[in-house]
């Protein structure tokens, strides 16, 4: 698979801050134990599978993001086996850029990063995502709009966006590439309607 997205990664793992807490994270099945946002459908053109509808991908991401907050993570759970990588790109209030990438499926790298995140009382919510199905690959392609905040990036802008990929056939994610930059970012209206984090999340078919 060759998934080709704007949001690069960079090939290096930036240093980050010791972590504040020595707990580690719990490890739970998120899906089926974890209240997530209500995901609620702007509009639907979807012509793939269910598992890459705008539904079904709103869930995943949801899911994956309450999983985060709560501090449990099952990064199997959420991820695919061919994935290719996940990426956060970040500034902080005074310039600095931090840069965490993982590279092809690996859940004790993702798992061990979500635990710094929850030592940092990482939240993630979604707001916004849309989803355009490829069938010659059988991806589902998205972009995103999250609300996130820690206690490391206490100045940051909250909005963080990006794009990823799903796969179809797993419905898992297959890429992910987020950006959150507090020296000047526009982040895209992606679904007609309006969120309302923490509760309810939009998902739409790209127009």
């Known amino acids: 698979m060759a998934v080709i997205l704007a949001l690069q990664p960079a090939c290096d793992e930036a240093a980050r801050p010791e972590a504040r807490s020595e707990n580690p994270v719990a490890t739970a099945s998120p899906r089926s134990s974890l209240t997530a946002q ?3 459908v702007t509009r639907d053109r979807q012509r793939g599978p269910q598992s890459c509808s705008p539904r079904e991908v709103g869930e995943l ?3 994956l993001f309450a999983a985060v907050n709560e501090g449990a993570l099952e990064a199997s759970s959420f991820f695919a086996p061919d ?3 996940y990426s956060v790109s970040e500034w902080n ?3 600095d850029k931090r840069h965490f990438v993982s590279y092809g499926y690996d859940p004790e790298k993702l798992e061990s990063y979500f635990q710094r995140r929850a030592e940092q009382h990482e939240q993630l919510h979604l707001l916004e995502i849309d989803v355009q199905y490829e069938r010659q690959r059988n991806l589902g392609h998205v972009a995103y709009v999250v609300e996130r905040t820690a206690d490391d990036l ?3 802008d909250p909005i963080a966006f990006g794009k990823g990929a799903i796969d179809c ?3 898992t994610i297959a890429v992910w590439s987020m950006s ?3 020296r000047f ?3 895209p209206t992606i679904c007609p309607g309006e969120a309302a984090p923490p509760r309810v999340a939009l998902a739409c078919a790209r127009a």
């Open 83 to 85: 994935m290719e990588w």
């Open 154 to 156: 206490p100045n940051s």
């Open 38 to 40: 209500r995901v609620r």
């Open 93 to 95: 209030g005074d310039g």
């Open 169 to 171: 056939d797993t419905g």
């Open 180 to 182: 959150q930059d507090t």
């Open 185 to 187: 970012q526009q982040a």
């Open 61 to 63: 991401v949801v899911d």
